[in-house]
């Protein structure tokens, strides 16, 4: 069979001819234009030269890299600075979760308020759910503070090791409990439990039922108001006083002299006088209860000055006729209330 060399060469060219058609296409086109010619395989397309980008498309991709560089900056510095502050309250941990956060665009105070709502600041700040219960709320930079004085206190007056820890400060921050009042309540424990005599520490068991070695914990314990602690036991101190000098009263009595300003030192002075006269108490005719002693002494009671001149006239008076010694009469001065001090 022979082959009809001009269809061959025509067809030849044909091919060609697409071919190039095709190929001038691409170049003149930014988006290139796929062919098809059935029976015939394609080559593939021969990239096109990068066109020149004008000034404004350079101007917005320069912006663009820009704003994904600031964007970048500013996350790692949002990053820092949270991770800063929480690192500070012992809150290393919660990195990762600061980074998410970040990543996901929330902004610092929403983060803040998250980073609340973790396990680990419940458990790093445990007294804050029992404020935030109550519509009261501390920074935690206060809390931190608290923890730093509770510390202190507690080498400056010898606490027992750990009677502030961490379960002690969750119950006194809160109950409100103030750094000033705190240092109130550890005085008074330390001076209560170590630091005061036998005598007001067996007083104070006696009237309030707390024996020496509860008494920390007792002045500690946030749910026994400030002002009743401070009466107890500057009561007590008085009711001691009176024992050492073989007085006995009871606490309401104590408690009383507490209210009208009687101090430690005048209780000395007071129960000495007290205890001085103690005879008039006892014998026949003109005798005076120990109660009116006390009221006379410390409080300047009228009735009960006169009744104690009396008691003391009758025992002049029986001396000099027994023959005895007599003695001078000065009456009874007293100590003075509160009043008239």
């Known amino acids: 069979m022979s082959v009809d060399t001009s269809l061959f060469g025509a067809m030849q060219a044909a091919r060609e001819g697409v071919a190039a058609q095709?190929?001038?296409?691409?170049?003149?086109?930014?988006?290139?234009?796929?062919?098809?010619?059935?029976?015939?395989?394609?080559?593939?397309?021969?990239?096109?030269?990068?066109?020149?980008?004008?000034?404004?498309?350079?101007?917005?991709?320069?912006?663009?890299?820009?704003?994904?560089?600031?964007?970048?900056?500013?996350?790692?510095?949002?990053?820092?600075?949270?991770t800063g502050i929480f690192a500070e309250y012992g809150l290393s941990s919660l990195y990762d979760t600061i980074v998410g956060f970040v990543q996901q665009g929330y902004s610092a105070d929403a983060i803040a308020i998250l980073l609340r709502q973790t396990p680990q600041y419940k458990e790093r700040f445990p007294a804050m759910a029992s404020l935030s219960a109550k519509g009261r709320a501390i920074s935690e930079a206060e809390y931190i503070a608290f923890e730093s004085k509770a510390a202190s206190l507690e080498r400056a007056y010898g606490l027992p090791m750990g009677m502030l820890g961490k379960?002690?400060?969750?119950?006194?921050?809160?109950?409100?409990?103030?750094?000033?009042?705190?240092?109130?309540?550890?005085?008074?424990?330390?001076?209560?439990?170590?630091?005061?005599?036998?005598?007001?520490?067996?007083?104070?068991?006696?009237?309030?039922?707390?024996?020496?070695?509860?008494?920390?914990?007792?002045?500690?314990?946030?749910?026994?108001?400030?002002?009743?602690?401070?009466?107890?036991?500057v009561s007590s101190q008085i009711g001691a006083e009176a024992a050492m000098q073989d007085v006995t009263v009871q606490a309401m009595t104590a408690e009383r002299l507490f209210e009208q300003g009687i101090s430690r030192e005048e209780a000395r002075q007071g129960f000495g006088q007290v205890a001085s006269m103690g005879a008039l108490t006892q014998g026949r005719g003109d005798v005076v209860t120990q109660e009116q002693l006390i009221s006379g002494t410390f409080e300047q009671n009228t009735d009960a000055q006169r009744a104690i001149e009396r008691a003391q006239r009758a025992r002049t008076g029986r001396f000099q006729e027994g023959g005895g010694f007599a003695t001078s009469q000065q009456g009874v001065s007293g100590l003075g209330s509160a009043a008239t001090r």
């Open 22 to 82: 095709r190929r001038n296409a691409m170049y003149a086109s930014k988006d290139a234009v796929s062919f098809s010619v059935p029976g015939l395989s394609t080559p593939d397309p021969a990239p096109s030269p990068t066109a020149e980008k004008s000034s404004e498309e350079k101007y917005w991709d320069w912006r663009q890299t820009q704003d994904e560089v600031e964007t970048r900056n500013a996350r790692n510095s949002l990053i820092q600075q949270i």
């Open 167 to 233: 379960d002690a400060i969750t119950t006194l921050i809160s109950n409100e409990v103030s750094g000033q009042e705190l240092e109130d309540r550890v005085v008074m424990a330390a001076a209560g439990a170590f630091q005061t005599s036998q005598e007001v520490k067996d007083t104070f068991a006696q009237y309030y039922g707390i024996g020496s070695g509860g008494l920390t914990a007792y002045f500690l314990d946030p749910e026994k108001a400030l002002p009743l602690l401070e009466r107890q036991y």
